[in-house]
């Protein structure tokens, strides 16, 4: 019985994780969905831009964390990412330094209630793999973990640091 009751939940395990989506390969229409932010929004004097191209996204810019500020951006609302959704694989190149995706979800109350994991961009196209267990909350009025049904927004940003930013994203799946 305890065999038969093992391989049940293998096979439930397995039937709930999500085939791999494409949520975004950048091309028509795009830059209607990506909205490029900064920090000036709350007073902080990074600069930047976000343009699409066929080689996908690109976010440049110069980060700087003066005055409370250290980010530029681009987010794309969603309605939730596919059901057994266990991690989010981009495809990136940039120029060596560190990037951050922001998750967004509907427990979010404030601006600032966010999951965020980070990644390094190198010189050369590859896929970068972040589990949604490893995603950190920023408040813990936020539950634990991610649920992918409750993410709203997808953010790619430069983020924390004084630096300059040149991030391309050719394509974003859930797997």
């Excluded at 980010?71 to 794309?76: D, H, K, N, P």
């Excluded at 940039?94 to 404030?110: I, K, P």
């Excluded at 992918?148 to 859930?174: Q, S, T």
């Amino acid at each position: 019985m305890k065999r038969i009751l093992a391989c049940i939940l293998i096979l439930a395990a397995s039937m709930a994780r999500a085939e791999p989506a494409v949520l975004e390969r950048f091309d028509g229409g795009a830059g209607e969905r990506w909205r490029y932010i900064a920090d000036g929004v709350m007073g902080g004097v990074s600069t930047g831009q976000a343009q699409i191209t066929s080689d996908g996204l690109n976010l440049t810019g110069q980060v700087s964390t003066d005055n409370n500020g250290g980010f530029i951006q681009v987010r794309r609302d969603f309605d939730g990412l596919p059901v057994g959704t266990e991690a989010l694989v981009l495809r990136v190149r940039g120029n060596g330094q560190r990037y951050t995706v922001f998750l967004r979800t509907r427990q979010a109350r404030l601006p600032w209630h966010n999951y965020k994991e980070s990644f390094v961009a190198g010189e050369t196209w590859s896929e970068v793999r972040l589990e949604l267990s490893d995603f950190e909350r920023s408040t813990a009025v936020l539950p634990a973990s991610v649920s992918p049904e409750d993410v709203k927004r997808i953010g790619l940003a430069a983020y924390g640091a004084d630096y300059e930013a040149d991030l391309w994203v050719g394509e974003v799946r859930a797997e």
